[in-house]
């Protein structure tokens, strides 16, 4: 698939966490929405300010887990009652105490691995090439010591012209724009 042609976002850098915090806060309240943070370590700050909340992995690992547990249970009802009945001391075909054991187990294997997948495919991960790394502060400075505004062209409110004066009113060190 042929990469869009023009202008991915506009990325602001800033010094402190403290200045991407109160600038994406402003980013939020002025309304831009497509946007994102880059930081060298985790800061929780800068996700609330820009209105990220989401949590789907605890409902995917959830649905994985009830996955399982029916997954088990079927499958050991099937086998018990219809595919291969034994008559075993006289007890009944479905004997469902039996079948605790091994589905709870299936539905702890199940929510670990649809937590594991389900998390990366809802980051969209593996992804080999994103085009913020074209901008060469981000190169430099991302994993080490720089704190990074990301403002997407897709974003409604986005135009070039007003959103880098937004930016610049920020007071960060650098406002470039990041072709796709």
């Known amino acids: 698939m042929p990469l869009p042609e023009g202008v991915y976002c506009l990325m602001a850098e800033f010094e402190t966490p403290t200045d991407l915090v109160r600038a994406a806060q402003a980013a939020h309240k002025a309304g831009y929405r497509r946007m994102d943070c880059y930081t060298p370590y985790p800061v929780e700050e800068a996700a609330e300010a820009i209105g990220f909340h989401r949590d789907e992995v605890s409902l995917v690992c959830l649905l994985g887990g009830l ?30 105490p039996a079948f605790c054991v091994p589905a709870y187990e299936w539905t702890i294997l199940y929510a670990g691995l649809s937590a594991c997948f389900g998390m990366l495919a809802l980051n969209g991960l593996p992804k080999p090439y994103h085009p913020v790394f074209n901008a060469a502060n981000f190169r430099n400075g991302a994993s080490s010591d720089k704190f990074f505004l990301c403002i997407e062209a897709t974003d409604p409110k986005f135009e070039l012209a007003d959103s880098r004066t937004f930016l610049q009113a920020q007071s960060p060190l650098s406002v470039v724009e990041v072709e796709y």
């Open 67 to 96: 996955l399982g547990l029916a997954a088990m249970f079927g499958l050991e009802t099937w086998i018990n009652v219809w595919a291969f009945p034994l008559n075993i001391a006289g007890r009944p075909y479905f004997s469902w």
